[in-house]
């Protein structure tokens, strides 16, 4: 049975780290920063060292390229990205990347025709360092000249960004992708989770990511001082929050399991020690994989914050921040990826991906799905961030054979 | 029976509350703020137009002097403090100081001799722009060098206040007066609290003012990804915080009225959306009329905390940041007030005052009490500040006749 080059993708994979290194061992290559443009370049070279074919589009997404006999053939995508967060670890998105290159070198050795052209794509700044997954969402054509008007970082920023990687406004609104040429994307991830290692699986395939919902919930009361103010006589806007955190937490776990909930941010004004608190804003997320229950999760929680709020003697104020819609992934690539990972004797279990993906928007244009490996511990976007070199090969060889057998389909 | 002038007391309130005005019509008059100079030098000509004498101490204390016929009599002093907080009220400070120079002004017009210096007082940054109760306390000799050293605003803007009101530290340091040299303390001032014009009563007597004790309390727990981090793997920071928010209010309400409690700030850590909070830093403030009380209080509050920080899987730390005794006031003053009080027809009431006053600084080196009259609604520290021309008249007499009632008790 064809297997990847293990000691290839996991050397590449430690050359890799070593860009953007930091003194705490972890990795720092936001989009657009040196170090980023300096991982870009190295990837370029591995790409031609392999004798494939390099591409770039407009919105600097980054493919290698086997080709199919067939021009007119559609394209099969996989991959990940190249960017991390700021003192992040080796693994988040640059395993999805090395596996895909390594899976085209494998397969180009093995001299296979393909009735697909296959495609191992980075794409642009999947962390959000100015738009959470830019590059794919330009690739869907789901970007649009009002995100980039509005960037997270700032314009300012965006424009910096843009210049240093060589792309314009334009360009980047056309990287978009005709749906027809395409047959379906993969992408290999580290879980970030706990519950591979946990449960002790190799495999996890994922069945829809998150819809993320934040919000500033802001409970208002009255300033006062915090001595002569009976404690009876006072509207503390803490007191609010405060509740609603427990409550929230309970009700979450009671009712919208696996759904979670976060509260991230507190800001209390006028925060003085000596005076009852006059505001409390609280940055509220909600995540769940249906769009359904993220409704009743919204509802519930507004409700519980209402009737905390009113009886507090407080008024409550909310305001949507961001909205990111769920995605169901695709039930044909989901089962193409449990029918390779039984192939290979590997145990695999279906479960939600609590984190945002490339996948989610490449899932708007074509069929999608996403498999991961165990994370040690869970830990993400840390130095510490770690996965065993065993599940490292486990996954390329799951996805090598999960792009066999959706080509197979359609031969 | 003698009577204050009303009027003239009136619109001295008025002339001073244009000092400072803002343009919401609160006053800020900060200490060693320019309008701070401002109403000093506007006090002073007061003073000296009602043929009494001006004195200014090592700490800008400000002085008007009635004096005795026999120079090695004792002083009896009284009053508060010209500055406010930044944005702050017309009545709080204003009426104990102005009420004290009506007081001597009337009694110089009523031509009687007195068997002690009577001294109308003004304390220096009483709201502690540089440091709480700063010329009641040089006064009282409980100032040292090393709270000048580590001044609440820092180094530089005690030095530059310092040069503003031509004042240095050895000066400040030798303001202390001789405990033999005084006969009593007596401060009038508003309520800044709703329990007085609630009952419908005219004075409070006030029997002790309160300790304050001021924390940090940090709860400790672990950053993680706020979506794949199932609700039951989270040490989230912010929900120790929150429950100890609730419970202590419980507590302090179920155990330890009329003692008081605030949480008037939280800062999350690393406070982002995504994130689930590693850090949650409180500022804790207690307050209560007596120190073994307080002792309890803390004992309290901290087995709470610390029991709730471990059911989350949370560690505690703890940080004094300041702590104020408190300070019983004297019973042989107190009943003063009460006589004059009802000597007038006045209803009066024994109370405990939540805030700090410079009577707390006085009470350490001689006999002192304080009357408070009734404050709309309680607001205090807002421009919204306001306490009726009669209680305000109602409070001057009844000082007037404590004072008149001490001076009679050691002719």
Known sequence: ?????????????????????????????????????????????????????????????????????????????TGSHLDTVPNGGRYDGALGVLAALEILRTLRQACLSLPVHLEAISFTDEEGELQDQLGSRALAGTLT??????????????????????????????????????LAFVELHVEQGPRLEAAGIDIGVVT????????????????????TTPMDARAD???????????????????????????????VRPGAFNIVPAE?????????????????MEDALFNLAEGLAQVQGLTLERELVARCIAAPLDEGVMGAIERAASRLGLSHRRLMSFA?????????????????????????????????????????????????GLMAEIK
């Open 280 to 296: 409390a804003h609280l940055a509220l997320e909600l995540r769940h994989g249906s769009e359904a229950h993220l409704d009743d």
């Open 145 to 182: 000249a009002r995100d980039l008007d509005r960037p997270r970082g700032g314009g300012d920023k965006l424009a910096a960004g843009m210049r240093r990687l060589g792309v314009t406004h334009q360009g980047m609104l056309a990287a978009r992708r005709d749906p027809k040429d395409l």
């Open 237 to 267: 806007a803490v007191w609010g929050a405060a509740a609603f955190v427990q409550s929230a937490r309970d009700l979450v776990i009671a009712r919208f399991s696996p759904g979670v909930v976060n509260c991230g941010q507190i800001q």
């Open 356 to 404: 945002g993906h490339d996948t989610q928007a490449m899932s708007a244009i074509t069929p999608s799905a996403m498999l991961l490996v165990p994370s040690m511990g869970g830990t993400s976007h840390n130095p510490r961030e770690f996965t065993r070199q065993e599940d490292i090969v486990n996954g390329a060889n799951t996805l090598l054979h999960t792009l066999l």
């Open 208 to 227: 829809a990511i998150v819809g993320i919902r934040s919000y500033w919930l802001r409970f208002l009361g009255r300033a006062a001082h915090a001595g």
């Open 1 to 77: 049975m064809l297997r990847i080059n293990a000691r290839r993708l996991l050397d590449d994979l430690e050359a890799l780290g070593e860009i953007g290194r930091t003194p705490q061992g972890g990795v720092s290559r936001p989009a657009m920063s040196p170090a980023d443009v300096e991982g870009r370049a190295w990837f370029r070279a591995r790409v031609e060292a392999a004798g494939l074919e390099f591409h770039r589009d407009g919105a600097a997404n980054l493919s290698a390229v086997l080709p199919a006999g067939d021009p007119t053939a559609p394209t099969l995508l």
